[in-house]
């Protein structure tokens, strides 16, 4: 059986499901090209639910992630982030809970190798779902980008326990630039870098290679190799506290105000955001 959302309804919204029952060949697809693919609490729901049922199945051996139209994933929905389904929490740990660090915790304690299948764009909380992935592949125009600062936001604490090297991610997060697919090569992150059809080809191959050893041993290293990296863990708790930090200063409201006017922020002072 296809996981299904934790609801009433018979199908996902914003997200498509597919299953290969002859090689296990898992597959989520984020379906809101309108909105490129950005997500809001109901999307990080209906990608868990997908995550978590895909686990449950003895049968499947691989997940991969993609999204439909011209991006992988805009990151958050700054504009309808809260849903009347799931409404923003006024407590900010609790809302910085809810939000993409639950998604990226629900993707690397994944017990199923996932793959990250990028096109086009994969930006801020989108970029930290390609890197919370086991395995990356990407289109050669794929831009990465960390816009958060831009947006007064205070997250991407924890770029570098997911894959960027530690100068290099200061360099993203502070100035707010990009990677493209070269520089995901060049640095290990992106293991093939491939047109659509190219990289459609390489997700089949390397889904039918996983489906072909042994899935306890998968599994079973897939899962030490996260447990060695116990700083992710508490990444993840800083990465929401920091988020949290955030929410009540006038750089984050201001910078949600210019991104919904479509200007450029007007930052005027600098804040000390502590997270503990």
Not at 133 to 146: G, L
Not at 249 to 276: C, I, Q, T, V
């Amino acid at each position: 059986m296809i996981p299904q959302p934790q609801s009433t309804d018979d199908s996902f919204v914003f997200i498509d499901c597919d299953l290969n029952r002859d090689s296990g060949a898992a597959a989520i697809v984020l379906n809101r090209p309108e909105k490129r693919n950005a997500i809001n609490f109901s999307v990080i729901q209906e990608l868990i639910s997908a995550i978590e049922g895909f686990n449950a199945l003895p049968g499947v051996s691989s997940i991969t992630i993609t999204g439909r139209g011209k991006g992988f994933c805009a990151g958050d929905d700054i504009a309808g982030m809260g849903t009347d389904e799931h409404p923003l929490p006024d407590d900010p740990v609790a809302r910085a809970g809810q939000g993409y660090v639950r998604l990226i915790r629900s993707v690397w304690t994944s017990r199923k190798p996932v793959i990250a299948d990028v096109h086009g764009f994969a930006a801020g909380a989108g970029a930290m779902l390609m890197l919370a992935a086991d395995i990356i592949c990407v289109d050669p125009d794929t831009t990465v980008s960390f816009p958060f600062t831009k947006l007064g936001i205070t997250a991407g604490s924890l770029v570098d326990h997911l894959g960027i090297p530690f100068h290099l991610a200061n360099l993203l997060l502070y100035t707010g630039s990009s990677l493209g697919a070269s520089d995901l090569a060049r640095l290990g992150i992106a293991g093939f870098v491939g047109d659509p059809d190219e990289r459609r080809r390489w997700v089949t191959e390397t889904q039918q290679s996983i489906s072909r050893v042994s899935p306890s041993a998968v599994q079973a290293i897939k899962t030490a190799r996260r447990s060695s990296q116990t700083r992710t863990d508490s990444a993840l708790v800083r990465e929401q506290l920091l988020l949290a930090a955030g929410y009540g200063h006038s750089d984050y409201m201001e910078g949600k105000r210019a991104f919904l006017e479509k200007r450029s922020p007007n930052f005027l002072e600098a804040h000390s955001y502590e997270s503990d």
